[in-house]
């Protein structure tokens, strides 16, 4: 459903109703996409990796829990980081929403990033990447995600918090208790803070990132899986395949193997 796109990604379409679809797209990392919309209005939930969205309102760097909705037509671009980036994707009529309980205009584009409405996109993720999910539950959820995020009101975080975000990209060592005592912070202040300015908790973005990094090294490099879970800060490979489940809801060797699934779209498009 996309125009004038160069999209090198895959697309896995997960559920199909007669005025909604639901995708699994997976992009390769250091991929811009030209200016493009979609046909059907568009809510794109994140699930890994990092990107920056530009669109009529600005331009936004976007990683952690967030969400963005696009009217149909609207024109948007991306530019996605080196990690690559997964999305799980929306694409309806709006009158199927209506029917589901949703009754806003769908006029601008929108785009959501931690807070509440971060957390709410990933309860929103669970029922839409669930393959048992029927089309009743499915808009229900939908619709309740867009009343919720359509009404929440911006938070400023606590200063600390996006600097504590990169570093434990870094392999910040230590738990929230140690992480606390070097901003001098009391560990249960800075769960709580933390957990509600990014919509997932410390441990989550840790986890989040070594399996950005270990995703990006399976789909580019060939060494083995038990170096990569290493290199990616990972206990051993067991931590790396429970990780990866918990994350994206596959095995490390699942995404390998998109790497030549990626290849031939790429020679494809050539």
Same mark, same amino acid.
């Given at each position: 459903?996309?125009?004038? @796109?160069?999209?090198?990604?895959?697309?896995?379409?997960?559920?199909?109703?007669?005025?909604? #679809?639901?995708?699994?797209?997976?992009?390769? $990392?250091?991929? #811009?996409?030209?200016?493009?919309?979609?046909?059907?209005?568009?809510?794109?939930?994140?699930?890994?990796?990092?990107?920056r969205e530009q669109?009529?309102?600005?331009?936004?760097?976007?990683?952690?829990?967030?969400?963005?909705?696009?009217?149909?037509?609207?024109?948007?671009?991306?530019?996605?980081?080196?990690?690559?980036?997964?999305?799980? @994707?929306?694409?309806?009529?709006?009158?199927?929403?209506?029917?589901?309980?949703?009754?806003?205009?769908?006029?601008?584009?929108?785009?959501?990033?931690?807070?509440?409405?971060?957390?709410?996109?990933?309860?929103?993720?669970?029922?839409?990447?669930?393959?048992?999910?029927?089309?009743?539950?499915l808009g229900q959820?939908?619709?309740?995600?867009?009343?919720?995020?359509?009404?929440?009101?911006?938070?400023?975080?606590? $200063?600390?918090?996006?600097?504590?975000?990169?570093?434990?990209?870094?392999?910040?060592?230590?738990?929230?208790?140690?992480?606390?005592?070097?901003?001098?912070?009391?560990?249960?202040?800075?769960?709580?803070?933390?957990?509600?300015?990014?919509?997932?908790?410390?441990?989550?973005?840790?986890?989040?990132?070594?399996?950005?990094?270990?995703?990006?090294?399976?789909?580019?490099?060939?060494?083995?899986?038990?170096?990569?879970?290493?290199?990616?800060?990972?206990?051993?490979?067991?931590?790396?395949? #429970?990780?990866?489940?918990?994350?994206? $809801?596959?095995?490390?060797?699942?995404?390998?193997?998109?790497?030549?699934?990626?290849?031939?779209?790429?020679?494809?498009?050539?």
């Amino acid at each position: 459903m996309n125009r004038a @796109t160069n999209f090198n990604g895959l697309e896995i379409e997960l559920h199909r109703f007669a005025g909604a #679809r639901v995708l699994r797209v997976v992009h390769p $990392g250091e991929q #811009r996409i030209e200016e493009h919309s979609h046909d059907w209005a568009y809510i794109g939930l994140y699930t890994a990796g990092r990107y920056r969205e530009q669109y009529d309102g600005g331009e936004a760097d976007m990683s952690g829990p967030c969400a963005v909705l696009h009217p149909a037509g609207r024109p948007h671009a991306d530019v996605v980081e080196a990690e690559g980036l997964e999305t799980l @994707t929306i694409e309806f009529d709006p009158a199927w929403l209506r029917l589901h309980g949703f009754n806003h205009r769908l006029d601008r584009s929108l785009l959501w990033s931690g807070g509440p409405v971060g957390l709410a996109s990933r309860r929103l993720s669970q029922v839409v990447a669930a393959l048992s999910a029927d089309e009743a539950a499915l808009g229900q959820a939908t619709a309740q995600f867009l009343n919720f995020a359509l009404m929440a009101e911006a938070q400023s975080p606590p $200063g600390w918090v996006a600097g504590l975000r990169e570093r434990l990209g870094d392999n910040e060592p230590g738990g929230a208790t140690e992480i606390a005592r070097t901003l001098d912070l009391h560990p249960a202040y800075l769960a709580r803070a933390y957990r509600a300015a990014m919509g997932e908790g410390v441990t989550e973005t840790r986890r989040r990132r070594r399996v950005e990094t270990a995703s990006a090294l399976l789909r580019h490099s060939p060494l083995p899986l038990a170096e990569i879970a290493v290199a990616a800060g990972f206990c051993d490979q067991s931590h790396m395949n #429970r990780s990866f489940s918990a994350v994206l $809801g596959r095995t490390p060797l699942q995404v390998r193997r998109e790497r030549q699934l990626f290849d031939e779209r790429l020679a494809v498009s050539a």
